[in-house]
């Protein structure tokens, strides 16, 4: 799914809806037309959505301590990833 997000020049980030971090915790990054969020009933990473704040970026588990935290990684990881896609 990687290859496929990077050829459409998309970048995709995946929350769990059990998760404790919301779609509403990443608004601001649908300013970039490049990024889309979509929450999935399960991502198949058991567990990990009941231990702390998650979400997969273009197919990367991106997570912290804290949805604060986990906010910022993602958000990191956005740039990083709009970089590449830029070059």
Same mark, same amino acid.
């Given at each position: #799914?990687?290859?496929?997000?990077?050829? #459409?020049?998309?970048?995709?980030?995946?929350?769990?809806? *059990?998760? =404790?971090?919301?779609?509403? /915790?990443?608004? /601001?990054?649908?300013? *970039?037309?490049?990024?889309?969020? #979509?929450?999935?009933? +399960?991502? $198949?990473? +058991?567990?990990?959505?009941? #231990?702390?704040? @998650?979400?997969?970026? $273009?197919?990367? =588990?991106? @997570?912290?301590?804290?949805?604060?935290? +986990?906010?910022?990684?993602?958000?990191?990881?956005?740039?990083?990833?709009?970089?590449?896609?830029?070059?």
């Amino acid at each position: #799914m990687e290859h496929m997000a990077e050829g #459409m020049g998309l970048i995709l980030i995946e929350l769990c809806a *059990y998760n =404790r971090l919301k779609e509403s /915790d990443l608004a /601001d990054l649908t300013a *970039y037309p490049e990024v889309g969020i #979509m929450s999935c009933e +399960c991502l $198949n990473v +058991c567990g990990m959505c009941s #231990m702390r704040p @998650f979400a997969m970026v $273009n197919g990367q =588990r991106v @997570f912290a301590e804290t949805p604060e935290a +986990c906010t910022a990684k993602i958000k990191a990881k956005v740039i990083q990833e709009l970089k590449q896609l830029s070059e």
